[in-house]
C-alpha cells in the first residue's frame, strides 16, 4: 500500500519559504515524505497528539 500526498496551498507557500534559507532541510522533508508515503509504518495504536503536518492530507493507493 502506499498514499498520494495532496499538499495544501499554504503547505506549498510555507515550504516556498524555506527554499532560500534551508533547501537541503526542505529537500529531505520531501524524500522524508516520499518515503513514508511508499512505505508507511504500521502503528500500535493510535496516536492522541495533535497532527504536525499540517496543510497536506493524504489518500490511500493501492
Do not use: H, K
Not at 534559507?21 to 504500521?42: C, F, H, I, K, Y
Amino acid at each position: 500500500m502506499s498514499y498520494t500526498i495532496i499538499w495544501d496551498e499554504s503547505a506549498i507557500n510555507a515550504a516556498a519559504r524555506f527554499l532560500q534559507d534551508d533547501p537541503e532541510g526542505l529537500r529531505q522533508l520531501m524524500d522524508a515524505v516520499d518515503l513514508l508515503a511508499n512505505s508507511p509504518a504500521r502503528r500500535a495504536a493510535p496516536s492522541t497528539a495533535p497532527p504536525t503536518s499540517a496543510g497536506c492530507t493524504s489518500a490511500a493507493t493501492a
